[in-house]
């Protein structure tokens, strides 16, 4: 269904942000003076095509990949119903490369993706940063 509403020529989009702008899945930001305008939506896009990238971005949430972690790693920040649009953001961009250069194939990253890009010593100078502000005093050991 995804092919029927864009299509598979992907010539017309020379960039995947320009595919997402025209499904209207790209996140806006009007803000004037730190005030929010208007409503918290993408905008008007295809209806047809805005419910099946709904439809396998909540199938992909509950999957053991990178975009179910993904979505549920923003579905913890920020809500389920943004999470949805993330990851069908995240599709679509997939779906575009994938279309448009025949030689692509689709390498999932895994949903421990995320565990490897944390850098342990920024981890271990929040979690004693968090405990000082919270009264302790921290002394760390190497395990033996």
Same mark, same amino acid.
Do not use: C
């Given at each position: 269904?995804?092919?029927?509403?864009?299509?598979?020529?992907?010539?017309?989009?020379?960039?995947?942000?320009?595919?997402?702008?025209?499904?209207?899945?790209?996140?806006?930001?009007?803000?004037?003076?730190?005030?929010?305008?208007?409503?918290?939506?993408?905008?008007?896009?295809?209806?047809?095509?805005?419910?099946?990238?709904?439809?396998?971005?909540?199938?992909?949430?509950?999957?053991?990949? +990178?975009?179910?972690? @993904?979505?549920?790693?923003?579905?913890? =920040? %920020?809500?389920?119903? *943004?999470?949805?649009? !993330?990851? $069908?953001?995240?599709?679509?961009?997939?779906?575009?490369?994938?279309?448009?250069?025949?030689?692509?194939?689709?390498?999932?990253?895994?949903?421990? +993706?995320?565990?490897? @890009?944390?850098?342990?010593?920024?981890? =271990? %100078?929040?979690?004693? *940063?968090?405990?000082? !502000?919270? $009264?302790?005093?921290?002394?760390?050991?190497?395990?033996?």
């Amino acid at each position: 269904m995804l092919i029927a509403e864009v299509g598979t020529d992907m010539g017309r989009f020379p960039t995947p942000g320009q595919l997402v702008s025209w499904a209207r899945f790209a996140p806006g930001v009007k803000e004037s003076a730190g005030k929010q305008k208007g409503k918290a939506s993408t905008g008007r896009g295809n209806p047809y095509l805005a419910r099946v990238l709904g439809e396998a971005a909540a199938a992909a949430g509950r999957t053991d990949t +990178f975009l179910g972690e @993904r979505s549920r790693r923003i579905a913890r =920040r %920020r809500g389920a119903k *943004r999470a949805v649009v !993330a990851v $069908g953001r995240s599709i679509l961009i997939i779906v575009w490369y994938l279309l448009s250069d025949p030689d692509v194939r689709f390498h999932d990253l895994g949903p421990g +993706f995320y565990d490897t @890009r944390i850098n342990a010593d920024r981890k =271990r %100078r929040n979690h004693v *940063r968090q405990l000082e !502000a919270l $009264g302790y005093k921290v002394t760390l050991e190497p395990a033996a």
